[in-house]
């Protein structure tokens, strides 16, 4: 092969190096330029904190090119759905046959860009409230690159706080000298985040909260839900029957009566069952850390959490902290 | 009582519509906020076979504060203690938003398959499982057997 470049390789392949410099990579076979590559993001000025979407552009020249049509892929898509892509593939179809005879990376460049700054939100849900991003919304992207409501993170934030400061004044003062500051974090990996919540809290709630159609039950749905609360009910008095459920208490909802420690010792199973039947102490172990804030269902009627003196410190990973198990 | 969140509304219609395999849970028809749940225990664990009734109660501030989830079945297991209260780190300290009732029952139905005694609630039965693993195991099973099981 040959290793003379066509001049209108070679000037444009110079051109994008002198505008894109670090952010084009070009491929080359002996001389021969071969592939072209860059990321696209959305036009926001300077501001790469607002670029939520992007996507690599692969151009694999062909020996004949720009006379005839390079090879053109998208790889990497962030944050773009497939009927936008499909879209960005069908224009740049289009924009091969209306160039051929002249160099088109440029041409495809902006093409690509105009398509991601219009459509420039984040892709997928915000795990907050599980409504997605759509135009009119006001939304953040924290330190590590994810994506919530701006209305979303402060209710996060405050509440977070909140919830500090009241296990905090329950501490004696020896204690709460060691317990370290409130820290942000994000709801999703837990990485330390640092945001302005009095300018978050100031953002509307996300639209599709708003606007989404009001929950319907299907009749289809109905039975369902009927068939379960059946088999529910079902297992549930087969189980109490043979004795089987852990307290005697228990009549569903309204959930919890206070469980005393008779309850706890009327709990323990015939004697020579299982080694439930040892020996207890007459109180349930309750040693002051947090093990058991999960245990009490609380009030039917939505009252508000439960805020008892279980709540152990031990949100910080101050020692004590028990707990096990994965996150996702 | 004030309007559901649209959030609960959304898991709730998930939960009914893509159930987790293994894991069923429904509204209680007096309280939308209370899921009756049932957990089937995992393959291969000592559990396996059993039908696990649980409860599940979203606080007003869910979720911005953790699901509070109990057994209701008994369980012979480290980590969950006579009256059926869990110790799992996601329900307490670890909670976050991002978390889902779904996410919830299924990492408890994980805790089935890997018991913790060295972080225990049930402290005999942990105690058992340190000491004597197979005989705690056995336990575990005849109580499935004996209470988790239809027969
Ligand atoms: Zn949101
Ligand atoms: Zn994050």
Redesign the interface.
Known sequence: MSAVVDERVSDEIEALEAILMDDVVIKRVGDVPDIIETVVHPSTGDDTDQQFVCVTLEVKLTPEYPDTSPDVVLRNPRGLDDALLATIHSQIRNKLNDCLGQPVVFELIELIRENLTERNLPSGQC?????GFTAGDVFIKTQCYHHFHSHCLA??LI??LR?YQEEYEILPNWQQMNVSPYQQSC??C?TIVTCDVESLRKAPPPQE?IT?A??CVTDE?KV??AD??H???A??A??RA??????TG?T????LTI?TPA??QN???ATN????A?P?PAA??QNGN?????????S???????RGPYR?F????KPG???????? | ??ALP??I?????RL??EPVPGI?A??????A??F?V?VTGPEDSPFEGG?F?L???L????????P???????I?HP?I??????????????W????QIR?VLL??Q??LSAP?PD?P?A???AE?WKVNESEAIR?AK??TR???M?N
């Open positions: 795990v907050i409230c599980l409504f209710t996060h509440s977070g919830n709801p999703v837990r909260s989404a009001p929950f749905l369902t839900i379960l609360q088999k529910m009910s297992l549930l087969q189980q043979k004795g089987g459920v852990v307290s228990y569903g909802p309204p959930p469980t309850d706890n709990n323990v199973v069952g299982p080694p439930a040892k207890e349930p172990r947090a093990s058991n804030s999960n245990s009490s269902p609380g039917p009627n939505g009252k508000s959490g439960y152990g031990n949100r910080r990973g902290r028990r707990g096990r198990g994965n996150a996702r | 009582m004030a649209r959030r509304i959304k898991e709730t219609q009914m519509q069923s429904v509204p209680s028809e007096t309280n906020r209370y009756h049932i039908l009734k409860e599940l109660f606080p007003e501030d869910y979720p911005m504060s953790a509070k989830v109990r057994f209701i079945t008994k012979y980590n203690d006579r009256l059926g209260r869990i110790c799992l780190d996601i329900l307490k300290d670890k976050s938003p991002a978390l996410t990492s408890i994980a805790l913790n972080d609630l402290n005999d039965v058992l336990n005849e109580w004996r209470y988790a239809d």
